[in-house]
């Protein structure tokens, strides 16, 4: 009896111990193994992308070059999306009083997605047409000219001396060199060359045929773009719904719609900041009768879609084609282009653009000269935008950390600053720091309060 009771005492115990073991909770483990993995799979990626960028660089090119199609679609349609929308409100407003707006709305976005497409190829073309005749007309006759253009520069040296004899024989020299090295390249080398270039002509055109079959392509895929964007944007965020926690799905859907504001934003501000700026200086080129006024305001305009670099990158060949035909017009014009880029940075600039990148003067000449480094000219058009972003989302995660500490988020009271309490996260600040920093701590600290109480 007395080992039965045993047992039966014994037999609860060993239950405990069996119950205990099964309910060994392996999850902490497995997150720990899953973060070591990734921080594994992030360290090979690094290297990967230092050692070995330059094939990344061409697997990346490859690519591109297959979804040209896609990519000029994509692009085209983001471009042309507020010109269909604008012609379907047009279209809803006229279906809505016959009452069949749901009816046809389908047919509608269809309709409006194709005359958005024809407005875009009109424009361009209106375009090409307009300026490609002019362009190739003065190009026709600089060439004919440049000899003679040469000749009057050389004597216009020679009539000013700029005080010094030396330096205009010398520049006389050196502009004569050029002019017989050009004529002796196109003679000796151009010329018995001309299979070789007649073959590197038909792949330029083969090349140039196979764009335009890329952008033909493109026009029909922005119209499937921009007659399914709504459902595409549904598909995306269903998609990120269901991997990612919902705190983290709405950050990712935050990001993605400042993304598009931000690329917007910018890439129609400039297209329609280099339009104003081409037609003002064509318009004052013309009053003031500049020599290649077409040409050159169509170098300024277009160079214009470069921040930053791009007035200055437009001036010099357009002030070296002025300078062979009249050096004192040369000298005009870069006067005159240093106060166009000033009334275009301070005034046309800010009121089309605002603040579309948020970015400071240093953060958008170090965006430029990176993206220019690694992918060239579009580098320099679109490492703005894209540095923006990148800026855009890091300052997000310092200010959710900083909201973690319950530290302040000013950047000004950060620069008085000499340490943190490690315990209560509190700013330290020297005997003498001064009022304004004080100021500011004061009110940062004030406002947490006043956060503290809503929440």
Not at 58 to 67: D, E, K, Q, S
Request: glycine letters at 6%.
């Amino acid at each position: 009896m007395t080992e039965h009771m045993e047992n039966t005492e014994k037999k609860p115990a060993e239950n405990q111990v069996r119950e205990s073991e099964s309910d060994w909770d392996i999850r902490p483990y497995l997150s720990i193994g899953l973060v070591v993995f990734i921080v594994f799979c992030c360290c090979i990626i690094v290297v990967c992308v230092l050692f070995r960028f330059s094939a990344i660089k061409g697997a990346i090119g490859g690519f591109m070059n297959i979804a040209q199609p896609i990519l000029y679609g994509l692009a085209i349609g983001y471009l042309m999306n507020p010109i269909m929308m604008f012609i379907e409100r047009g279209i809803l407003k006229i279906v809505e009083k016959k009452g069949t707006k749901n009816k046809y709305r389908h047919l509608i976005r269809t309709l409006s997605s194709i005359l958005a497409v024809i407005v875009f190829i009109l424009v361009i073309a209106a375009l090409l047409s307009m300026v490609i005749p002019q362009v190739v007309s003065n190009i026709s006759h600089l060439v004919d000219t440049l000899p003679a253009q040469v000749n009057s520069f050389i004597v216009h040296m020679s009539e000013w001396r700029f005080g010094n004899n030396e330096i205009t024989a010398y520049i006389e020299t050196y502009l004569t060199s050029i002019v017989d090295w050009l004529e002796d390249w196109l003679r000796n080398s151009i010329l018995p060359q001309a299979k070789d270039y007649a073959a590197s002509i038909t792949n330029g055109v083969i090349n140039m045929l196979n764009a335009l079959k890329n952008i033909i392509i493109g026009l029909v895929v922005s119209i499937y773009v921009m007659c399914e964007k709504e459902r595409f944007e549904g598909q995306s965020k269903k998609i990120i719904f269901s991997v990612l926690p919902s705190r983290a799905a709405n950050q990712v859907i935050q990001i993605f719609h400042t993304t598009n504001n931000i690329f917007g934003g910018f890439i129609k501000g400039k297209l329609l900041d280099s339009l104003i700026i081409g037609i003002i200086c064509y318009i004052v080129l013309s009053i003031i009768q500049m020599p290649y006024t077409l040409l050159v305001s169509v170098i300024v305009g277009f160079t214009n879609i470069i921040p930053f670099f791009g007035p200055f990158i437009g001036a010099i060949p357009s002030t070296f084609l002025i300078l062979l035909s009249d050096p004192l017009y040369a000298l005009y014009f870069v006067i005159f282009v240093v106060v166009l880029q000033q009334v275009d940075g301070n005034i046309i600039g800010p009121k089309i653009l605002g603040d579309s990148t948020g970015l400071s003067s240093f953060w958008v000449m170090f965006a430029i000269l990176v993206g220019s480094g690694l992918f060239g000219v579009f580098g320099m058009l679109f490492g703005c935008p894209v540095f923006a972003v990148i800026y855009y989302m890091i300052q997000k995660l310092v200010t959710f950390l900083l909201r973690k500490k319950s530290m302040p988020l000013e950047t000004e009271v950060y620069i008085e600053a000499t340490g943190v309490d490690p315990t209560s996260n509190q700013l330290w600040y020297d005997v003498y720091a001064d009022d304004h920093t004080a100021s500011l701590r004061k009110k940062a600290e004030q406002r947490e309060k006043e956060e503290d109480k809503v929440d």
